[in-house]
């Protein structure tokens, strides 16, 4: 959610910035019904004032033997209005919630507007691979090696679903143990959060109300309009309501976590030929790292975030290039994001693995989760930044491609074989 107090106070900037994102929005009629309901607040404070003034002042003058019938016939009155105004204030909060709430995360001044075109490459690690034999796309060679097991995933889950097995499934987990020792030893905590979340998680998380549709949700007759929970479609969703609601102390920030969840996804629209496989489908694994951090601190976060999924590719070896969004290619919530992309030789194109995004304090005022400032005792709005370490489902199929050898065996990253019993190879299954 944006900072109210800023659009009431340069709302040109606020719709410019909006407008980098491709999201046009005129501040007219809401700056009109902010007002108007900011009148009536104190319209309907002096009311209150009048009466409970006048509600003292009744016993008395009838001790006098005064006459009240006109003061409690205004006082009916003023009862009438207070009621008729805070009809009229609900009215226009949920208007302007369901206003503000439409609106997405101001981009950072510093991006260029447009979406992918005005993406910016800013350094590249490593070579692509060149081969001296016809490269396999990595659906046949998880087919040949007995790793993957795509149509009987399509027969339990349908399209966008595969089977890990055998190397394969160590393979995987091999991935996420990587993942997760690296994290620990970099300080943050592990947790396992619940995959099944309550609507209060997907709207701080930025998601709802305008993204409800594109996550897996659990519905009941019980429920005004059927909507009970939703199956999380990244970590991040959990991982940013832990605090909601709180107030944390300046001392415990940084607060840095790990969780690793399958993610479930609407992939909206058929796969494209390039992207068979797992490049695109509707469960798979992920490590997410999550921090909440004072706002001064949000620089230095995101470069770390940056750093360290770049740290866990190379560790594994694959060719990858770090790429910063523009405006309109970063995310409703996020204000400014880098993809950290891995080469897959069968696509000729380098695959996102990794989203590092900082999202300032939108989440943060969705889900009221503040810190108190040692220095003024005053609470604020923690900053709050996500990054995938890593996604496992377009790593597995570039270290499938680029480690592959003529013989149509695949190399195993050295960093993993220690979960792998040593192995050096993928193989055919005898």
């Not at 106070?9 to 719709?15: A, E, L, N, S």
């Not at 399209?159 to 890990?164: I, L, R």
């Not at 107030?247 to 909206?268: G, H, Q, S």
């Not at 943060?364 to 604020?380: Q, S």
């Amino acid at each position: 959610m944006l900072d109210v107090n800023l659009i009431r106070k340069d709302p040109d900037m606020v719709r410019d910035l909006l407008s980098r994102k491709g999201f046009e929005v005129d501040f007219s009629e809401y700056l009109e019904k902010d007002r108007a309901r900011r009148d009536l607040i104190f319209r309907t404070e002096q009311l209150k004032a009048e009466k409970n003034k006048v509600s003292a002042l009744v016993p008395v003058l009838r001790k006098g033997g005064r006459d009240v019938s006109d003061t409690l016939a205004r006082m009916r009155q003023v009862a009438d209005d207070i009621r008729d105004g805070e009809a009229q204030m609900a009215a226009l909060d949920a208007w302007i919630r369901d206003f503000l709430d439409a609106l997405p995360n101001l981009p950072d001044p510093s991006l260029p507007a447009g979406g992918k075109e005005n993406n910016r490459v800013v350094r590249v690690f490593g070579t692509a691979p060149v081969f001296d034999f016809p490269p396999l796309h990595h659906v046949d060679l998880a087919e040949s090696l007995g790793v993957v097991d795509y149509p009987r995933g399509a027969r339990l889950g349908g399209s966008g679903h595969w089977v890990y097995r055998r190397d394969g499934a160590r393979l995987e987990w091999a991935l996420l143990n990587y993942f997760i020792e690296a994290h620990l030893a970099d300080g943050y905590e592990f947790m396992l959060p619940p995959h099944l979340l309550t609507w209060a998680c997907g709207y701080t998380a930025g998601q709802f109300p305008k993204f409800r549709d594109d996550v897996y949700q659990l519905r009941s007759d019980d429920t005004p309009d059927g909507f009970t929970h939703f199956i999380l479609p990244t970590a991040e969703t959990a991982l940013v309501n832990l605090h909601r609601d709180e107030i944390l102390d300046e001392e415990v920030l940084p607060l840095r976590y790990c969780a690793y969840t399958p993610c479930y996804r609407k992939e909206a629209g058929s796969y494209r030929s390039e992207e068979r496989g797992m490049i695109r489908g509707h469960q798979f694994n992920k490590i997410e790292m999550f921090q909440y951090v004072r706002p001064e601190d949000a620089d230095a976060a995101l470069e770390e975030l940056v750093g360290k999924a770049e740290r866990l590719v190379q560790g594994l070896g694959l060719h990858h290039r770090v790429s910063r969004l523009a405006a309109g290619d970063c995310s409703a919530a996020m204000r400014r994001t880098y993809d950290i992309e891995v080469w897959i030789p069968s696509m000729n194109d380098f695959k996102e693995v990794s989203s590092a995004s900082d999202a300032g304090d939108y989440q943060a005022r969705r889900g009221n989760i503040r810190f108190r400032r040692k220095e003024t005792g005053k609470p604020e709005f923690v900053h709050t930044l996500n990054a995938s370490g890593l996604a496992t489902s377009r790593i597995f199929p570039a270290i499938l491609e680029c480690n592959q050898d003529a013989s149509g065996r695949v190399r195993i990253p050295e960093v993993l074989r220690k979960w792998m019993g040593g192995q050096e190879f993928l193989a055919r299954p005898s």
